[in-house]
C-alpha cells in the first residue's frame, strides 16, 4: 500500500501559463515578469477568492516569436509581446475586467463543439 497522499489544490477562475524558455525572451525578462506576478495579483484582488488566477511557469510553447509571451485558460487566450505595462493591461482589463487585450493576441482557440 501506498503512503502517497492526494495534492491539494485552492480553487481557481482562470490559469497563467508564461514561456520563461530562453528562446522567448531575452535576459530572463519572462521570469522576471513571472516573479511580479504575486505582487500584482494581490495588488488586483486575484490572489484569492473567485477570481483567483493560478499562475505557473512554462519551458516553451513553440512560438518563439515577439516574446514574452503567456496563456489564460480555460478562456484560450495568447498574448505576446507581454511588457510590464502590457502585463499590467491582461491583469486589468482581463483577468479582473473580463475583457480580453485584443491587440496583444495572437492565437485564440476556439471553444470545442460538442457534437450530437
Known sequence: MSNLQKPKMMSYARHMLVCV?????????????????????????????????????????????????????PDGIWYYNVTEANLDRIIDEHLVGGRP???????RQEAACATS
Open 21 to 73: 524558455g530562453p528562446r522567448c525572451s531575452e535576459d530572463g525578462e519572462s521570469q522576471a515578469l513571472f516573479d511580479l506576478l504575486g505582487d500584482k495579483f494581490k495588488a488586483a484582488g486575484i490572489d484569492k477568492g473567485a477570481l483567483r488566477v493560478k499562475r505557473t511557469r512554462s519551458h516553451c510553447f513553440a512560438t518563439c516569436k515577439s516574446g514574452p509571451v503567456l496563456c489564460i485558460q
Open 101 to 107: 487585450v485584443e491587440d496583444l493576441i495572437y492565437h
